[in-house]
């Protein structure tokens, strides 16, 4: 695996205004996703993992061009991808892909499928109608289709299957980044496993890189070679997979890992039971956001100052416990 970037996020910030009142009124900032910085390298898998809500749409949104930042940048291949425009944006189109979570809502049910996967060539790219088909057949058959499964139309598949469809459909460009947004938590838990392995295979094969988006932790240790951990809008530890889920050093990887199903039958692991509910952006906690449901209290610092992603070790932390000089825990 090649650990030269291909896509970096610096500061990447999204503020939404809400207008409060009926007849104008007055109109709030509020901060979906704080400052964030993460890169991902050439064939390599990046987990974004975190409770709903915690800002990982809208990042994705962001990476896909979908929405603009408030402030910061992602740049592929070096370029700010919100700068792009004309030839530039079409290649960046070709390059980065998208795999959603339900495959019926992605696929026109009133195409063949030949065409629909073929999308993204003909919107971005400028091949002949026999180059199309070649690759097209060329897709399906990576992911385990039959060149005559083009003349069919979606109804005519299992949900399985149209996700192998919808990953045709991102891979055919033959992109660098494809975007994996719940990919597997649609569908039966008979066939999620081949649908993870299809996409190992894929990398493997095309050297394909992933960001990989999901509250799934299985699948996450399965597939991510690096995890970030998202609360309230902010990272909050980024690491190697194997060394968070053995041994997360942020009190809220440490909850979430807790509440996972043990990787080996028989693994006895002590639950963390969170407490209180996710803050609303609407009326941020002081200090550390996640502070209130803390489990490792430090005294007053928590509540007072917000603390910086700081490297530990190889791994990146946001937590009090780990300044150079920590208070003692409450």
């Given at each position: 695996?090649?650990?030269?970037?291909i896509?970096?996020?610096?500061?990447?910030?999204?503020?939404?205004?809400?207008?409060?009142?009926?007849?104008?009124?007055?109109?709030r900032?509020?901060?979906?996703?704080?400052?964030?910085?993460?890169?991902?390298?050439?064939?390599?898998?990046?987990?974004?993992?975190?409770?709903?809500?915690?800002?990982?749409?809208?990042t994705?949104?962001?990476?896909l061009r979908?929405?603009?930042p408030?402030?910061?940048?992602?740049?592929?291949?070096?370029?700010?991808?919100?700068?792009?425009?004309g030839?530039?944006?079409?290649?960046?189109?070709?390059?980065v892909?998208a795999?959603?979570q339900?495959?019926?809502?992605?696929?026109?049910?009133?195409?063949?499928?030949r065409?629909?996967?073929?999308?993204p060539?003909?919107?971005?790219?400028?091949?002949?109608?026999?180059?199309v088909?070649?690759?097209?057949?060329?897709?399906?058959d990576?992911v385990?289709?039959?060149?005559?499964?083009?003349?069919?139309?979606?109804?005519?598949f299992s949900?399985?299957?149209?996700?192998?469809?919808?990953?045709?459909s991102?891979?055919?460009?033959?992109?660098?980044?494809?975007v994996?947004?719940?990919?597997?938590?649609?569908l039966?838990?008979?066939?999620?496993?081949?649908?993870?392995n299809?996409?190992?295979d894929?990398?493997?094969?095309?050297?394909?890189?992933?960001?990989?988006?999901?509250?799934?932790?299985?699948?996450?240790?399965?597939?991510?070679?690096?995890?970030?951990v998202?609360?309230?809008?902010?990272i909050?530890?980024?690491?190697a997979?194997?060394?968070?889920?053995?041994a997360?050093?942020?009190?809220?990887?440490?909850?979430?890992?807790?509440?996972?199903?043990?990787?080996?039958?028989?693994?006895?692991?002590?639950?963390?039971?969170l407490?209180?509910?996710?803050?609303?952006?609407l009326?941020?906690?002081?200090?550390?956001?996640?502070h209130?449901?803390?489990?490792?209290?430090?005294?007053?610092?928590?509540?007072?100052?917000?603390?910086?992603?700081?490297?530990?070790?190889g791994?990146?932390?946001?937590?009090?416990?780990?300044?150079?000089?920590?208070?003692?825990?409450?």
């Amino acid at each position: 695996m090649n650990t030269d970037p291909i896509l970096e996020a610096r500061g990447l910030t999204k503020e939404f205004n809400l207008r409060q009142g009926m007849f104008g009124g007055t109109t709030r900032s509020i901060k979906a996703v704080q400052d964030l910085n993460f890169h991902i390298g050439k064939g390599e898998t990046l987990a974004l993992v975190g409770e709903s809500g915690c800002g990982k749409t809208t990042t994705t949104r962001m990476l896909l061009r979908l929405q603009t930042p408030t402030r910061g940048s992602v740049r592929f291949g070096g370029e700010d991808i919100h700068a792009l425009s004309g030839a530039g944006l079409k290649r960046f189109r070709s390059r980065v892909q998208a795999v959603f979570q339900d495959p019926w809502s992605s696929i026109n049910p009133r195409v063949r499928i030949r065409d629909f996967v073929a999308e993204p060539l003909v919107v971005n790219e400028n091949l002949s109608a026999r180059e199309v088909d070649r690759r097209v057949h060329e897709a399906l058959d990576a992911v385990g289709l039959g060149p005559a499964h083009a003349r069919k139309y979606p109804h005519e598949f299992s949900g399985g299957q149209r996700q192998r469809i919808a990953i045709a459909s991102a891979l055919v460009s033959r992109p660098e980044l494809i975007v994996l947004d719940e990919p597997v938590s649609g569908l039966d838990v008979s066939i999620r496993s081949q649908i993870i392995n299809l996409f190992k295979d894929i990398q493997q094969e095309y050297g394909v890189s992933y960001l990989l988006v999901a509250h799934d932790l299985a699948t996450t240790r399965y597939l991510a070679d690096r995890v970030a951990v998202m609360y309230f809008g902010s990272i909050v530890e980024t690491g190697a997979t194997d060394d968070i889920f053995e041994a997360p050093r942020h009190p809220y990887t440490e909850a979430l890992l807790s509440a996972a199903l043990p990787s080996t039958p028989g693994q006895r692991r002590d639950e963390i039971e969170l407490r209180g509910e996710v803050p609303s952006p609407l009326s941020p906690p002081t200090g550390c956001a996640f502070h209130p449901r803390c489990h490792k209290l430090i005294g007053e610092v928590c509540a007072q100052r917000a603390p910086e992603l700081r490297a530990r070790g190889g791994r990146d932390v946001r937590c009090h416990l780990h300044d150079e000089k920590p208070a003692r825990v409450a």
